[in-house]
């Protein structure tokens, strides 16, 4: 067969049908057609002789072919321009399995090659513009990869060696400042943490603060600038927020605006004492030697009682109008809004007034002033006294308290708060270790804890932090599954008579006395319960969600699970939320590269159809291939095979390929399916069905 390079003008070349690249084939176009006008095809097609005599259909070079046909159509190029191709004379489905591996097989330049490539231009003179159309890609793409170069040699070389990924160098890059990086880079490159983007990125602006933090808004960028402080820019995130990185001058000028902001309200309220702290909220260390004060607001005068009696029932016509409120009428809902919103503005401002401080009060009693989330200084509600305070009774007519006893100044004061902690920290440890000792009654308190949902707060809190929650799921809806039925049948297996008591005492008294059969089927239940989705797959760059645990692998090999058994893929739960070229994949994975052929004009809803029926054994297929596709499950749902460590003698060395190996189809366990297009997804979180009502 032919298998030579010839010159072929463009006008003779056409796009193959066998071209398996369709989704992303415009993706960037003009930039590459950039490229081209300005370096030349750096790459031949490859060709096969169309029916129609004197024509070529490009079965491999697509992208490259609607780039030269850009230029074509914008006047750069003439149809006699002759473009370098190989021609094959080979079969369609030869055609299609030439085009997967063309697209699939091919390995792109490393991070620290296309460095050294950009470093070189800018050392010959070249802006960074002129760089990002030569390479088709954005300024900002290229700054990215410049401000990589800056990495201290340490970090540059494991990027380049392959020990740490792209986005953990994005995080070093943070900062310019290479003693800063090397600092984080000590720490963290040995431990679990040295391959967490969000971890590095944290330490190596843990002195620095955002320009969209509260402190930066307060201090304003002017002033911050004017006082010498200095800015960075984030390059590697869309995060319009910068980093300045010297705090100690925002934080300088900040606390000076909010010493102003307390001298202001110590004038206007006349307050022992009003101290600024540099926080959203008051901090327990600013408050601990304390005392909080608890006082009644002024009285309403008869004028604010009479138009809060008035605004009160403007409410409460208000709630029996809105119950008849048309949803989908936007004018008369905005209008129903706005009424409710002014009227509960108005009373709550009647009430919101200043409490009454007694007279022998004021020489102690003051407030904080924090800052808002907005920047803007704000006085805090609580009110505290240095000096202890015994409860205040209501006085009687004969100047009495309570019972018309008069005050006894003897009786001792109360504890202070930070003593009273300390004492429960030292009881709780005295019962801790106790029940170290009782390794019974600490299984039924675990189990208890982790089974008995819903109270957590007060005297009939479970006292502990053993939770085993359902975690959240980010998913518009909960995807229905034949496994996750079972998992609500078994709830119904369980012995739940220990839940019919109210108080929580009792609920585990009652759970004690279970046999431990049951004990261990609410132990079961309740751990599987807390899963959290996990995938079998390594997330691609971008994609957020769930990622592969090994511990859940290890665990489904434990339990030998095959996926197949308990899933199947169809157009709903899968097929029709793929692209074409993945459905073509999939089927040549189970059938081969000429049953995937046989496809390859098929519509993508027609397509979906028969994956369906081919997955689900309802096609008349060859017997292999009916069994590969009834074993068969996306990459996501399967579970790995781990390569466990084996139990060496003594001064044996650690084997060097530990870690995972492939797993054949038919070994594969149940996980969260691949997660949907992004249009299909919600941004709203939504928890996975709670099935223990207990």
């Given at each position: 067969?032919?298998?030579?390079?010839?010159?072929?003008?463009?006008?003779?070349?056409?796009?193959?049908?066998?071209?398996?690249?369709?989704?992303?084939?415009?993706?960037?176009?003009?930039?590459?057609?950039?490229?081209?006008?300005?370096?030349?095809?750096?790459q031949n097609l490859i060709v096969v002789p169309a029916k129609k005599r004197g024509l070529f259909d490009v079965t491999a070079g697509g992208r490259r072919l609607r780039a030269l046909n850009l230029l074509l159509a914008a006047g750069k190029l003439a149809k006699e321009h002759t473009v370098a191709c190989r021609v094959l004379d080979i079969d369609a489905a030869e055609q299609s399995e030439l085009s997967l591996i063309e697209n699939i097989i091919r390995l792109d330049m490393t991070p620290t090659d296309e460095i050294r490539a950009y470093k070189h231009f800018v050392g010959e003179g070249s802006d960074l513009d002129a760089i990002a159309k030569r390479f088709g890609?954005?300024?900002?793409?290229?700054?990215?990869?410049?401000?990589?170069?800056?990495?201290?040699?340490?970090?540059?070389?494991?990027?380049?060696?392959?020990?740490?990924?792209?986005?953990?160098?994005?995080?070093?890059?943070?900062?310019?400042n290479h003693e800063r990086q090397m600092l984080v880079w000590n720490e963290l490159s040995n431990s679990w943490q040295g391959n967490q983007p969000d971890s590095i990125r944290r330490m190596i602006t843990n002195s620095a603060i955002k320009s969209n933090s509260p402190i930066a808004r307060l201090a304003t960028e002017v002033e911050y600038l004017a006082a010498g402080g200095r800015i960075e820019r984030d390059l590697f995130t869309d995060d319009a927020s910068e980093t300045w990185i010297d705090p100690e001058i925002a934080q300088r000028i900040a606390g000076e605006k909010l010493q102003t902001f307390a001298a202001e309200v110590a004038i206007g309220s006349g307050y022992a004492w009003v101290r600024p702290v540099l926080e959203t909220r008051v901090p327990y260390s600013a408050s601990e030697e304390l005392h909080q004060v608890h006082l009644d607001p002024q009285p309403l005068s008869d004028e604010e009682q009479l138009l809060a009696d008035q605004l009160l029932e403007t409410i409460s016509a208000l709630e029996v109008e809105g119950e008849n409120i048309d949803e989908d009428d936007d004018v008369a809902a905005t209008d129903f809004q706005a009424r409710w919103d002014a009227a509960t503005a108005a009373y709550d401002a009647i009430h919101d007034k200043p409490p009454v401080i007694p007279d022998e009060l004021k020489p102690n009693v003051g407030c904080f002033v924090t800052i808002s989330a907005d920047g803007t200084p704000v006085t805090d509600s609580g009110l505290y006294s240095d000096k202890p305070m015994q409860r205040r009774k209501a006085a009687s007519p004969g100047g009495a308290e309570g019972n018309g006893e008069p005050a006894d100044d003897n009786k001792p004061k109360p504890l202070s708060q930070k003593l009273v902690d300390e004492l429960a920290v030292q009881r709780r440890d005295i019962l801790a270790i106790n029940l170290a000792s009782n390794p019974a009654i600490a299984l039924d308190y675990m189990i208890f804890a982790i089974a008995d949902a819903g109270h957590t707060y007060g005297p009939q809190a479970h006292g502990t932090t053993i939770r085993a929650p359902s975690p959240s799921l980010y998913l518009a809806n909960y995807p229905e599954s034949p496994a996750h039925g079972l998992m609500a049948d078994m709830r119904e297996t369980l012995d739940t008579s220990w839940t019919e008591h109210d108080r929580t005492v009792d609920r585990f008294t009652a759970f004690s006395e279970l046999d431990d059969d049951a004990k261990a089927s609410w132990l079961s239940y309740c751990a599987a319960r807390s899963l959290e989705a996990s995938m079998g797959a390594p997330r691609k760059p971008g994609q957020?969600?769930?990622?592969?645990?090994?511990?859940?692998?290890?665990?489904?090999?434990?339990m030998a699970i095959n996926a197949a058994s308990h899933w199947r893929p169809t157009a709903a739960n899968y097929f029709d939320r793929v692209s074409k070229q993945a459905l073509l994949a999939h089927i040549n994975e189970v059938g081969g590269p000429t049953m995937a052929a046989s496809f390859m004009g098929s519509k993508k809803g027609d397509l979906s159809a028969s994956c369906e029926r081919l997955f689900a054994g309802e096609t008349i297929v060859a017997p292999e291939v009916k069994e590969a596709a009834l074993a068969w499950v996306p990459d996501h749902m399967r579970f790995r095979a781990l390569v466990q460590s084996e139990v060496r003698g003594e001064g044996e060395a650690e084997p060097e390929n530990e870690g995972v190996a492939e797993i054949p189809d038919e070994h594969c366990g149940e996980a969260a399916p691949e997660p949907a297009d992004e249009d299909e997804m919600s941004d709203d979180a939504v928890d996975e069905p709670e099935l223990l009502d207990a």
């Open positions: 067969m032919m298998n030579d390079i010839q010159m072929i003008p463009l006008g003779k070349l056409r796009l193959s049908e066998a071209n398996v690249r369709k989704n992303d084939s415009n993706l960037f176009i003009e930039e590459f057609a950039a490229s081209i006008e300005a370096k030349g095809l750096l890609r954005t300024r900002r793409f290229i700054e990215g990869r410049m401000r990589l170069a800056d990495l201290a040699d340490p970090i540059f070389t494991a990027l380049e060696e392959g020990k740490i990924t792209l986005d953990v160098a994005k995080a070093y890059a943070t900062s310019p957020s969600g769930a990622e592969p645990i090994d511990l859940h692998d290890h665990l489904a090999s434990l």
